[in-house]
């Protein structure tokens, strides 16, 4: 049984309770991790891993990192993808990046031009350096 101290501190998470969910695969052992501001634990098991952190959950958050160790085993970033959430409602979300985006493997890691390019693919427009420059005001 939960006591209210404890019950009171979940209900503090519940506004945002995480900003990112990241999932890894290493030889068909998939792991998702949910990332937020701070550790969410709930009978002695992490739910939501710190962002905040300057070790695992910030390599985690951080949108370059292609692939990480765990256990011994280097795991792939299958998908990064940020929410919007804010006083307990889903207001969106966007993948920042997904294995499967030719534009994550070629190695182009900034947010806005990945977000620009991907744009663009779902328009059938080709896009050029100068479009970005345009776009980020250059």
């Known amino acids: 049984m939960h006591t209210l101290k404890t019950l009171e501190k979940w209900n503090g998470y519940k506004p945002k309770p995480y900003t990112y969910r990241v999932d890894l695969s290493c030889d068909g052992d998939n792991i998702t991790y949910y990332l937020g501001p701070t550790d969410i634990q709930i009978d002695d098991d992490t739910r939501v891993i710190s962002f905040n952190d300057r070790g695992f959950g ?81």
């Open 58 to 138: 910030a390599k985690l958050a951080n949108y370059r990192t292609i692939d990480i160790e765990i256990g011994g085993k280097k795991y792939k970033v299958k998908l990064s993808r940020q929410f919007d959430i804010d006083n307990a409602q889903l207001y969106g979300y966007v993948n920042l990046r997904t294995d499967e985006d030719i534009i994550f493997r070629s190695g182009i890691t900034d947010p806005f031009l990945i977000k620009v390019l991907n744009l663009r693919k779902k328009q059938h427009k080709h896009s050029s350096l100068s479009d970005y420059k345009a776009d980020r005001g250059y």
